[in-house]
């Protein structure tokens, strides 16, 4: 489980639309530049954006800042990381070996990596849509604190993860795994006897003129490539470093959004593999179907039609790059900053909301209905799914507040007295009534899509609200550092008098004591506890959610 306690992922629906005419490419581009400026400042970290309808590019365009330090703006041709973006080209060139007959999915890890521990197991597909169970190498404990910085070839780096216990056994279960893309990129290695990146320049981005496509080679100087950041304390900062050997074909690759559409054009077009080879990367199949992840690829929906699409996040960038068969749309995003500021929306929802827009189902503007408080109250309480997921409802200054237990609370905006939207756009919440009025339950619909979840009202109390208590200086102080845990980085600091706690890339949030050594955020549901000895803390115990993880103090 990937746990982040400032975590933005703000899942929210819009009204049903109507289709219509898709709108003109004067339209959509005014609707893009408007995302653009509402998302991204000039004068900081920012985006490159585009929107094609077939051949046709839509919308072409950046805002903000390459190079922060320098004040050099982005352009629409910039070079960015695309992190995991890079799945679907290391996947699309392990096919290109199955079609020449190097490779066959069903072939065990074990005919190209015979040293590795359980291999005979462990099918090529198997990697390719994260069933292998193999442990990844970015949530061993302490890695993306230190270790992530080192040059490493393709062996050292499946050193450090294949005597890892498995998560569990090979096709049993799914879950996201970078080892998996890196065990990829060594069977492409084995088979075609080149560096991965290599073979790919080779069989993939020659042939197809994708000209700015390539391995982020952190020794390399690459024309046009932005800086990348975070952000740290509420304001830019440079991004944490890694060596860009290590995320391999998990997720080493730079692009530009012209290559992004020219990939997608050529992939879901018939210009670069057998259609039966295509229609199995694009299926999920056996314990990936419930996730709905293909090789490289998820396939889910968008307003009612088929989405192939994959989002990536590294250090210093964020990108998503979508596709719509039905109408033949692409939407490409990347931006430098491996962080969306609060109120921002990712570049998934950011993806999605044009999408939409482009093919004439746009997602509903938020346009606020004002309730009174005696309209908000009776709609408080605790609404069930299932034994493991409630969502809890109360009125926060004047507004309707959503909150899973044990995560972070999200605002909602009030469309109508029982339609709410959360503040991304996308998904809605429905409050539904028995014959006499009374409120019975929820009807959730995420991003859109579907008839929603339905979650009954229970008899359940609201969860306790956090009654603070004032701290001296030298308790606050003795918290005060950096904790580090697997991929994750925690800063606590203080502002003025007031305890913060930030995870990096994300915003920071207020503490509140509870005693000397445990502090609350009731806003994301989370707890950190600090070990009580004399001096500097040494160790934090994050608890959200119903994980409990230990994060140590970082010198």
């Not at 020449?100 to 990697?127: F, R």
């Not at 004439?360 to 709609?379: F, N, V």
């Not at 009025?437 to 619909?445: A, D, I, L, N, S």
Request: glycine share 10%.
């Amino acid at each position: 489980m990937r746990l982040w306690i400032l975590s933005l992922a703000l899942s929210a629906v819009a009204l049903p639309c109507l289709a219509g005419d898709p709108p003109t490419a004067a339209d959509v581009a005014g609707f893009a530049q408007q995302q653009l400026q509402d998302n991204y400042p000039s004068d900081g970290p920012g985006a490159a954006l585009l929107v094609a309808r077939g051949d046709q590019v839509l919308f072409r365009g950046a805002r903000g800042e390459a190079s922060v330090e320098l004040g050099v703006p982005l352009k629409p041709d910039s070079v960015f990381r695309i992190g995991s973006v890079t799945k679907q080209f290391a996947a699309v060139g392990l096919l290109k070996l199955v079609e020449a007959g190097k490779v066959s999915l069903d072939d065990p890890l074990s005919k190209y990596l015979p040293d590795y521990p359980n291999a005979a197991k462990i099918t090529i597909a198997q990697l390719l849509n994260h069933t292998s169970g193999v442990k990844s190498y970015t949530g061993i404990p302490g890695v993306m604190a230190g270790p992530i910085r080192m040059d490493l070839t393709t062996a050292q780096l499946i050193d450090t993860f294949k005597n890892q216990p498995v998560d569990f056994a090979p096709g049993a279960q799914w879950a996201y795994n970078n080892s998996g893309y890196v065990l990829v990129g060594a069977v492409i290695e084995a088979a075609s006897g080149q560096p991965w990146h290599e073979y790919l320049r080779q069989t993939l981005f020659q042939p197809l003129g994708l000209t700015h496509t390539r391995w982020g080679d952190d020794h390399a100087l690459i024309p046009g490539q932005v800086q990348g950041y975070t952000l740290s304390q509420g304001a830019p900062a440079p991004a944490n470093y890694a060596s860009m050997s290590q995320p391999h074909a998990a997720g080493a690759l730079v692009s530009t959004v012209d290559d992004l559409l020219r990939w997608n054009r050529a992939l879901h077009e018939g210009k670069v593999l057998r259609q039966d080879t295509y229609a199995r990367m694009i299926q999920p199949e056996g314990a990936a179907q419930k996730e709905h992840y293909g090789y490289g690829l998820e396939r889910t929906t968008l307003r009612g039609g088929d989405l192939l699409a994959h989002g990536g996040g590294i250090f210093g960038a964020m990108s998503f790059l979508l596709y719509l068969p039905a109408s033949d749309v692409t939407v490409a995003i990347v931006q430098n900053s491996d962080s969306v500021a609060p109120g921002k929306r990712a570049p998934e929802v950011l993806a999605r909301k044009l999408a939409a827009y482009a093919i004439g189902q746009p997602y509903p503007e938020l346009k606020s209905a004002a309730l009174r408080i005696d309209q908000l109250k009776p709609l408080e309480g605790v609404y069930r799914t299932d034994a493991r997921t409630a969502r809890a409802m109360r009125v926060v200054d004047g507004r309707l507040v959503s909150q899973r237990i044990g995560g972070q609370r999200v605002p909602m905006v009030a469309i109508a007295p029982d339609e709410f939207l959360f503040e991304d756009g996308l998904s809605r919440l429905r409050f539904e009534r028995d014959a006499r009025g009374k409120v019975t339950g929820t009807r959730f619909f995420a991003d859109g899509e579907g008839e929603g979840v339905v979650s009954p009202l229970t008899d359940e109390p609201l969860p306790a609200e956090t009654v603070a208590v004032a701290l001296p200086a030298a308790a606050r102080e003795r918290v005060v550092g950096r904790y580090t845990r697997e991929a994750m980085v925690l800063n606590v600091f203080q502002q003025g008098e007031q305890l913060m706690a930030q995870m990096a890339g994300q915003p920071a949030f207020a503490l509140a004591a509870t005693s000397p050594t445990r502090f609350v955020i009731d806003s994301v549901g989370a707890a950190l506890e600090f070990a009580p000895e004399p001096g500097p803390a040494r160790t934090m115990t994050l608890r959200q959610g119903g994980a409990v993880l230990e994060f140590q103090r970082a010198p």
